[in-house]
Each structure stands twice: as C-alpha cells, then as structure tokens.
C-alpha cells in the first residue's frame, strides 16, 4: 500500500469534492471513508487511475450520505451528477483549500487549527503543542470549528493573515522533523507569494528559506540534534540564503513591516555571520525587540532572553528569563543553556536534565541529555 500516495492526492481530491458543491466537512468524512476503502482493496490491485478512483468513491459516499440525512436534503438539489471514474482534473487545489478553511464564520484560530488538521495533516496533538494548550482543548476547538463551517457555503474565503499563519505552523512541523511538511509549506508560500504582492507573504517566503537552508547541518551522522552554533556552515545552501536574502531585502524596502519579515531578519543575520562568534547579536536583539512589539508572544521573549544573553551576557539573558512563565515550552532548556555560559555547571545539569524529561520529541530529548552527561562528566573530571 503506497501510503504517501494517498497523503499527496487527499488535498487535491478534497478540492474537487469541494467544487463539485459539497460542504467541507462533509467532504472530509466522505473522502476518509474512500482512504479506508482504498486501504483494503489497493493491495489487491492498484486502480490505473487512483486519483480519480478516489474522487468517484469519495463522491459516492457523499451521496449516500446525503440522502439519508434529511437535514442535507435542501442541498441536495445543488449536487452535481455523479463524476465518471477516468482521470480526474490535475488541479493543485491544497492553497485553496487553505483559503477555504479560514472561512469569516470562524475566528482565526479555530480556522488555523480547522486548517492544519484538515488540510496540512497534523494530528491534533501537535496542533496543541503549536499552539501551547492541552490536547483536550484543541480536540474540542476543532469540532467546533467542523461543527461552525458543517453548514455553510465554502463560497467567502478567509484572509491572507489566517492563511499565513497556517503556512508558518505547517512549516514548523515539517522543520521540527515530527512531519515532513517543510518543503511542501514552501512550495504553497511560493504559489502565494506569486498571487499577492503582499510584503507578509514575502517575508513568511524569506523566513522559510532561510531556515530550510540550514537543514542539512541541524543533524549530525548519528541522527542527533546539531545547535546552531556548532554546525558546520559549509553544509548550510548558499543559493537558498540569497534568494531569502534579495526577498527579504525587497519586502523591508516596502517600509510596510510584519512579524514574518521581523523573523526573517533575524534568520538572515544568523546566516550572515561567517562563524558562531561573528554573529551580530546586538542587532538580533533589537529585532526581537520589534518581534515583541509587534506580537507581544511569550515565546518571541523567550528567544530573546537567548539573544540578551549572547549580547549583554549570560546572567542579562537569566535576568530577561526570569520575567517570564517557566511552564513555556523551552524555558527549563534556555534556563540550562544561559547557567552553562556563567559558569554553573552544576545548576546547568540539572536543568538539562529537568528540559529532557519535558521534551516533546525523541531527538531534543536525546540532546538535553547528552548536554547533562556531558556536564556532569566535566564536573567530576575538572
């Protein structure tokens, strides 16, 4: 069973379901039904056409589905006839699906959250995660949101802002390495970004870029995590960093700034220093200064304690730290890293250790560790 098949036609084939005048979530339970059915019989015998195999199942389902719910039969008159399995349109639908999702009749974060189950594939325990409340509470936010958009018209999309959003968290999930979504999140940002001249929509692009430039340096031969300091900057894309660069360059120039340009200028001036002690952290902390202007996020002040320490010294980063929420995500981790710069080994160790038990994925928690043994090692050595 090719698996990643089916994940590459579910957006594309949820478009046309879409199109063809069916509600979302409608759409959505149909074309599960249609992935399980595919699941069973592919084996067997892959379709010559399984895009539109998909597509004719999916519909079938809906159909069924429709006529015996008589709260739908009022649409039912708006359904079109029964498509014909063959090939079926190869229109990339997945960006407007996004548009689709952060429909006006929900608030942004119902439709990030609607969005990035629906259409990105995240589970629902990452989307909480991105979004730092209980898996609980975000199931719940999600069937709303289903619940909200169950019988409307997919025929006002959302905003560009919500869409962005989107984007970035998708991207973030792809680069944490939990879901391989980055590059895809990349590709939709560049259709985006080809559609609306739109500096947010540039500076999200510049961010991607340069972040996805650096991914081949952020794990080393044996899988571990690389921090950014240590890697080897000859590994990093050099295309990738300029054409993020000459975007980033291009969207600042328009005097029109946003949190994504804000992140992507900080993103360039990391890769712009030839080595880790050449970095201008100075001028990092005054974008993230902006950065919290601009947001006002507990996680953008968090990084920036990182930066305060690195340009005013560990025990300013510790001083930032401590005005804020140590139950964020990160907090422990950042609390160690700035302990080890001043000397406190011994504090230091235990807060590694402490950040890996709180770690959300194999691989920082492998690193924390390996940060604890390794400074309990030198302890006891030196």
């Not at 739109?198 to 031969?221: F, I, K």
């Not at 996020?297 to 320490?309: F, K």
Request: proline share 5%; with cysteine; aromatic share 4%.
């Amino acid at each position: 069973m090719n698996e990643a098949l089916l994940r590459s036609l579910t957006p594309s084939v949820l478009g046309i379901l879409v199109r063809r005048g069916a509600d979302f979530a409608a759409a959505e339970d149909a074309l599960q039904e249609a992935l399980v059915e595919a699941i069973r019989v592919w084996p067997a015998g892959m379709p010559r056409e399984p895009k539109g195999w998909l597509v004719t199942v999916a519909w079938r389902r809906y159909l069924d589905a429709a006529r015996s719910d008589t709260a739908r039969r009022r649409r039912e008159d708006l359904v079109e006839e029964e498509p014909a399995p063959g090939p079926a349109p190869g229109v990339d639908d997945t960006l407007r699906l996004y548009f689709l999702c952060a429909h006006p009749a929900l608030t942004p974060s119902s439709a990030v959250a609607l969005t990035l189950r629906a259409v990105g594939g995240l589970t629902t325990r990452q989307i909480a995660r991105a979004y730092l409340v209980p898996e609980a509470t975000m199931a719940q936010r999600i069937s709303r949101a289903k619940r909200t958009v169950s019988g409307v018209r997919f025929d006002r999309p959302g905003d560009v802002a919500t869409v962005l959003r989107v984007l970035y968290l998708v991207f973030n999930e792809g680069y944490s390495g939990d879901v391989d979504l980055a590059a895809e999140a990349i590709r939709l940002t560049r259709q985006l970004a080809a559609a609306i001249d739109h500096p947010e929509v540039a500076g999200l692009l510049a961010l991607m870029l340069l972040h996805h430039a650096r991914r081949s340096a952020r794990t080393g031969p044996d899988g571990g995590l690389v921090p950014l300091a240590e890697q080897d900057r000859g590994r990093w894309d050099t295309a990738m960093i300029a054409e993020g660069v000459g975007i980033l360059q291009a969207a600042l120039a328009r005097d029109r700034l946003g949190e994504f340009q804000a992140q992507a200028a900080i993103a360039a001036l990391h890769t712009d220093a030839p080595t880790a002690g050449e970095t201008d952290w100075v001028q990092i902390v005054e974008w993230y200064d902006e950065l919290v202007r601009l947001t006002d996020s507990p996680v953008v002040r968090l990084n920036r304690a990182v930066a305060v320490g690195e340009a005013d010294g560990p025990r300013a980063g510790l001083a930032a730290l401590a005005a804020l929420d140590d139950a964020l995500p990160r907090h422990t981790a950042v609390a160690a890293y700035l302990h080890e710069r001043d000397g406190d080994l011994e504090t230091a160790a235990r807060l590694y250790a402490e950040a890996a038990r709180k770690a959300s994925n194999l691989a920082e928690r492998d690193h924390l560790t390996r940060r604890a043994a390794r400074l309990t090692q030198l302890r006891r050595t030196g």
